[in-house]
């Protein structure tokens, strides 16, 4: 079973510019979260999805979005970047709610 | 507010020793409690998991021992290996409701010499 994809592994943005990173979830599973890595922050919560609709959101601005599609993949978006938005940025799915979750490698975020 | 705090930041142990690593938290709410590990480059992977209600887990090398009363919990790794050189993260969730609100701690870096 394939496990959690995300696209793409890497990318470079400047100030300003936006981005959307995609998430492909383990086939059969319905729940989405979106979770950004810091060196300084750590592991955070941005927001969960669940067929199509979002479910939690974390403490993160109006700049970071996200939404799901019919066959559970999710996009995440963030608009007028900033430098603090560079981290890894990570995708898990689960197949319900109190399922366990499973994590991609992330999508490494640099911005100039 | 950080809701888990992990202990210790790093971590050093001889091939075949026992790693613990401990983890406190505040919410009383909380019932679910995952520990992934997350090698270089990778995202991280759920190793083991309780709830609890029960003390104690074990999946091979690797166990949960939980304390209720005291809101601790503590992965313990025994016959430690140098492939086990990893980074460590305790987190807690409501089990119950929606799961898909994990709150990590900061981490543990442990490094396992031959």
């Known amino acids: 079973k394939a496990g959690v994809t995300q696209t793409p592994r890497y990318l470079i943005k400047t100030r300003g510019q936006q981005v959307t990173l995609s998430c492909s979830p383990i086939s059969g599973h319905r729940s989405v979260s979106w979770y950004q890595q810091t060196p300084g922050q750590g592991l955070q919560f941005l927001f969960e999805y669940f067929s199509e609709t979002q479910r939690n959101k974390g403490n993160f601005p109006g700049r970071f979005s996200g939404r799901q599609f019919s066959n559970s993949r999710s996009e995440m978006n963030v608009s007028t970047l900033e430098l603090g938005d560079s981290a890894l940025y990570l995708c898990?799915?689960?197949?319900?709610?109190?399922?366990?979750?499973?994590f991609g490698d992330g999508t490494r975020l640099s911005i100039l | 507010q950080q809701q888990v705090k992990q202990s210790p930041q790093s971590l050093i142990v001889q091939k075949g020793g026992i790693s613990i690593i401990n983890c406190a938290y505040e919410?009383?709410?909380?019932?679910?409690f995952p520990w992934y590990q997350q090698f270089p480059g990778k995202g991280p992977a759920l190793l083991i998991a309780i709830r609890p209600d029960v003390s104690e887990k074990k999946e091979g090398r690797f166990t949960i021992s939980f304390n209720k009363s005291a809101k601790q919990f503590s992965l313990h790794i025994m016959d430690s290996q140098p492939g086990d050189s990893a980074t460590y993260f305790c987190?807690?969730?409501?089990?119950?409701?929606?799961?898909?609100?994990?709150?990590f701690g900061k981490g543990t870096k442990l490094s396992v010499k031959p």
């Open positions: 919410n009383t709410a909380f019932d679910y």
């Open positions: 987190a807690a969730s409501y089990y119950g409701g929606s799961q898909g609100n994990l709150i």
């Open positions: 898990a799915s689960s197949y319900d709610s109190n399922q366990p979750q499973h």
